[in-house]
Nanobody
């Protein structure tokens, strides 16, 4: 499956952005899809994931209550609504997918075989 991330941009602290991850080549019906982020000089960090079939969602503690991951079956896409953004969340946001990821592995970047190119999110303080 090929992934295309979009929706990044420049926003003030406290603002919102909605990221999109559109898939092509396969439907995501048996996949887990996740968002990760990576800031310069830092390790890639798990943000959120969704298991397509069940619709169950999972979040990093740092974004719970502010970020929402969702899916759209008709568009074969996953979205990340980010509210109350903080300056320290400036990073490249990447979406990733893999079939049948077990729950305990959802937050591990090694569990995903397909990656989008990333979209830059810059939060100004």
């Amino acid at each position: 499956v090929q992934l295309q991330a979009s929706g990044g941009g420049l926003v003030q602290a406290g603002g919102s952005l909605r990221l999109s991850c559109e898939a092509s080549g396969r439907t995501l019906s048996t996949y887990a899809v996740a968002w990760f982020r990576q800031a310069p000089g830092k390790e890639r960090e798990f943000v959120a994931a969704i298991r397509w079939n069940s619709g169950h969602t999972y979040y990093a503690d740092s974004v719970k209550g502010r970020f929402t991951i969702s899916r759209d079956n008709t568009k074969n896409a996953v979205f990340l609504q980010m509210n109350s953004l903080k300056a320290e969340e400036t990073a490249v946001y990447l979406c990733a997918a893999h079939r049948g990821v077990i729950v305990s592995a959802l937050s591990s970047s090694n569990a995903y075989s397909s990656w989008g190119q990333g979209t830059q999110v810059t939060v100004s303080s």
